[in-house]
């Protein structure tokens, strides 16, 4: 049994008690939330110096706060970790035993998640530690995977290109759709299959469309369709773009 | 019965083919196809001019093309149909009845498809053959929408942002994360739960990350991490049109 607790009630801290909280072989201890609980079994403190006895502690707080927390942790040699993509471990304590446990995926409260399918990328300062964060993955039933701080910035670069970014692209088609009385849902069977295209193919296999093909009459008049000039803008770069990879 | 024939062995017209040649209650009668066939028991002509009767002829041919191939059609008063999200239907020569029959799909001839999910965007000069294009989307099992022009073109631009960007960004981010010894596999939970979001959820309440939250901190970091010109333009505009939407 790993007793576990979490810091912090954002989305990833909400998400990560959910997770704690039903699955075997993890003990939820705290979860140190100043305003938030959705379930009176989980015990909820609001001073980081209340923070009982755990094996593993989980900051789950803003980049520029980690450090400011774990300073204010009141136990030593403890195994503490952050879920950031883009904060060396090193910005926490040294007091404590350092690591990341850092969820690539994407959270927000008003939206349940399979938690099975939530690869883990881990990195600690100590093998030990390592081995204990495998465990820890294992036991919520999640893919972990070993990556450096490198890799992980990366990682949570090529996560807002693929989530924040693709994200805006559908609230951009949405709002231009409506503007015509059209149903966003209209989009949605594309937007299905375009993600389920990139698992048999290969993106760069899967492009298709006027940039593609480099026809320049359909991306001119798309571009006159746009009025806003910043849609104008993101339509040439990322037709240009396209154009650029596929040698057209 | 409705009697079938396609005209075109792209992408759409390969699809098309094997949608019709699947669906009872249509006849598919011939296919002009001048280099591609995969079953013996579909006709295929190669050249227009022997094209024999049906009762809707679908053209699936370039936007460029598609007036020159109705041109040389030998018959007259039959129904024309193109598949174009770009194009009039009076592209297609009056000599026969017109009007349109827009799959909003992305199709790629290694990539199966479930048909029945497709939306047809539906039109035509005659408000009978409207009927009938409701009826041959029925038989398909297809779901129909009646789209005017204006309409058809600004879905038609829709599905570029959605499908074409969407996975270019794909692309780019298998890019980033390969030059880092890194699977693109890592992603695809992220991009699976990025489209899951949008069915629960508006994507304008999905939107999170950097920009959402306008953390200059970290997109400064990203855009020093992008070495490519255009690649850090394009994480440029995007990130400013979320902090323009949301205000922050």
Redesign the interface.
């Known amino acids: 049994m790993i007793k576990v607790s979490v810091i912090g009630s954002g989305?990833v801290g909400f998400h990560l008690i959910k997770l704690f909280h039903n699955s075997k072989g993890i003990e939820l201890c705290e979860w140190y939330s100043r305003t938030l609980n959705f379930d009176k079994r989980i015990k909820v403190v609001n001073e980081l110096s209340n923070l009982n006895q755990a094996d593993v502690y989980i900051i789950c707080v803003?980049?520029?706060s980690i450090s400011k927390v774990s300073n204010e942790l009141t136990f030593n040699e403890k195994l503490v970790l952050h879920t950031s993509g883009?904060t060396p471990f090193d910005a926490i304590n040294k007091k404590n035993r350092r690591g990341v446990f850092y969820p690539?995926?994407?959270?927000?409260k008003?939206?349940d998640?399979n938690y099975s399918?939530?690869?883990i990328c881990i990195e600690s300062e100590d093998k030990n530690d390592l081995e204990l964060l495998k465990i820890l993955s294992n036991k919520v039933g999640c893919k972990f995977?070993e990556?450096n701080f490198?890799?992980r910035?990366?990682?949570h670069?090529?996560?807002?290109?693929?989530?924040?970014?693709?994200?805006?692209?559908?609230?951009?088609?949405?709002e231009?759709?409506e503007?015509?009385?059209?149903d966003f849902d209209?989009?949605?069977?594309?937007?299905?299959?375009?993600?389920?295209?990139?698992?048999?193919?290969?993106?760069?296999?899967?492009?298709?469309?006027?940039?593609?093909r480099n026809?320049s009459?359909?991306m001119k008049?798309?571009q006159k369709?746009?009025i806003d000039k910043?849609?104008k803008?993101?339509?040439k770069?990322?037709s240009?773009?396209?154009i650029?990879?596929y040698g057209n």
Chains 1, 2 share one sequence.
């Not at 690539?104 to 927000?108: C, I």
């Not at 670069?157 to 949405?174: E, G, M, Q, V, Y």
């Open positions: 989305n803003s980049d520029e883009s690539l995926q994407t959270f927000s008003s939206k998640l399918n939530i690869p995977y990556i490198e890799q910035k990366t990682l670069l090529a996560a807002i290109i693929t989530n924040n970014f693709t994200n805006f692209l559908f609230s951009l088609s949405k231009l759709v503007a015509k009385d059209l209209i989009l949605k069977p594309l937007i299905k299959e375009t993600v389920n295209k990139i698992h048999k193919l290969d993106p760069n296999e899967a492009q298709t469309g006027p940039a593609r026809d009459n359909i008049t798309h369709m746009l910043n849609q803008k993101l339509y770069i990322i240009e773009m396209i650029e990879k």
